[in-house]
């Protein structure tokens, strides 16, 4: 009778062993797909064709500039102030009408002085009796019947007595307050039988002809504008005139804080029109006219690490883009395409709407003044010029 085998169930390791491995075979087949899938949805994005932007562009075009320089400025009178007294006093009478003309030396104000008056009535006294005695005393002593320091005693107090007078009469004229220089009196800020204190103000004292302009310009200007230069001043005041005058003073010291200084110019000012405090418009050319590239501000996009514009070309032909003659993108337009290259460039003076690049751009290429945040290099671009931004010299908006 033959033996009967028995057959051994497998050992818990080989059962262990073929667990682990099926795991492996499932998840990482699973992990395969899945990359695979994301690979292909990667590559169907980064290879999808975007479509054409609407932008609108500007023909760059070269322009005769003067090398000029524009500023804001302030109005200061030559000599300005408000006129006050140096001694207090009851207002006994007012000699001016608010809003006059005055000459130097003209009197405003005559303040009470009864009292100052009759003190010095009695200083005079005094004074004149000092005088006499001292003059007997000098004849005395030239005749060796008093002392020579009796003589030089007496004297001295004459001379004293006469500088007690004398500055009482400098106090009654302080109560008379006089226009310290010509100019245009303001609003009189006092009133008959007012008390005032020193230093209380009384009228303000403008001198308007001539005017002086200060303004402040960057501190590369500095080695280029001198005193007697021209200058152009506008004003909101007088929007239809140009008043012109010449710098007569510069600022040594630059301002650490704003690293701009000060220039002072001074203007004919006959009829009054410019007032003290009053904002202008400055303007002044530092050389002679230079030809420049001109493109809209709005073209640019300026940033820390550069501006830059997006300047439009033809795009590449179809067969270049493919290989081997394959098709093109689908969805391109039919017609003439374009595309956009981003181009750093610098940028000079502006002037209106319009900026200066002086190196990255040439006259004739055309750039994109509208739709610039949705641009890339390479993007495909459709031209749309029914709506421009303006790109004016001198922009006059619609007062509305």
């Known amino acids: 009778m033959p033996k009967s085998v028995t057959k051994r169930p497998p050992s818990a390791r080989k059962r262990m062993f073929w667990m682990l491995l099926i795991t492996l075979v499932v998840f990482g087949g699973v992990f395969a797909v899945k990359a695979v899938m994301d690979y292909g949805m990667n590559q169907f994005f980064d290879n999808m064709p975007q479509p054409p932007v609407a932008v609108s562009t500007f023909e760059a075009r070269q322009e005769r500039w003067s090398s000029g320089v524009e500023a804001v400025g302030t109005l200061v009178a030559v000599n300005g102030t408000d006129v006050t007294t140096e001694a207090g006093g009851v207002v006994q009478k007012i000699a001016f009408e608010a809003g006059q003309p005055v000459q130097a030396g003209e009197l405003l104000v005559e303040l009470n002085s009864a009292n100052e008056l009759a003190t010095l009535q009695s200083l005079e006294a005094s004074a004149k009796l000092a005088g006499v005695q001292a ?18 005693e007496r004297a001295t107090q004459a001379a004293t007595a ?45 001198s308007l002809d001539p005017i002086y302009l200060d303004f402040t310009l960057p ?75 001109v493109i809209p501000q709005t073209a ?46 610098t940028t000079g003076a502006t002037r209106g709407d319009l900026i ?17 945040l949705r641009l890339r290099n390479d993007a495909a671009v459709t031209i749309n010029n029914k709506v421009q931004p303006s790109a004016e010299e001198s922009p006059a908006p619609d007062n509305r």
């Open 219 to 293: 501190e590369q200007h500095l080695p280029r504008v001198r005193v007697g230069t021209a200058i152009r001043a506008q004003v909101d005041a007088a929007q239809d005139r140009t008043f012109e005058g010449t710098v007569t003073a510069i600022e040594p010291r630059v301002d650490p804080s704003t690293r701009n200084f000060t220039v002072q110019a001074t203007l004919d000012n006959p009829d009054g029109e410019l007032r003290p405090g009053t904002f202008a418009r400055v303007g002044f050319d530092l050389g002679a006219a230079e030809d420049v590239v």
């Open 162 to 206: 006469r500088a007690q007078a004398d500055a009482q009469r400098a106090l009654i004229a302080q109560k008379r307050v006089r226009a310290p220089f010509d100019g245009v009196l303001g609003i009189r800020k006092v009133n008959l039988g007012q008390y005032l204190a020193p230093g209380d103000p009384i009228v303000s004292l403008q």
């Open 356 to 372: 200066a690049v002086t190196d990255g751009l040439e006259a004739g290429e055309v750039v994109v003044t509208s739709g610039l």
């Open 300 to 345: 640019v996009s300026f940033n820390p690490y550069g501006n830059a514009v997006y300047v439009v070309i033809d795009a590449p032909a179809a067969e270049e883009q493919g290989q081997d003659g394959g098709e093109a993108q689908e969805g391109a337009a039919d017609g003439p395409q374009h595309i956009v290259k981003q181009r750093f460039i």
């Open 135 to 152: 003059e007997r005393w000098r004849a005395l002593g030239a005749d060796r019947l008093v002392s020579q320091a009796e003589v030089e």
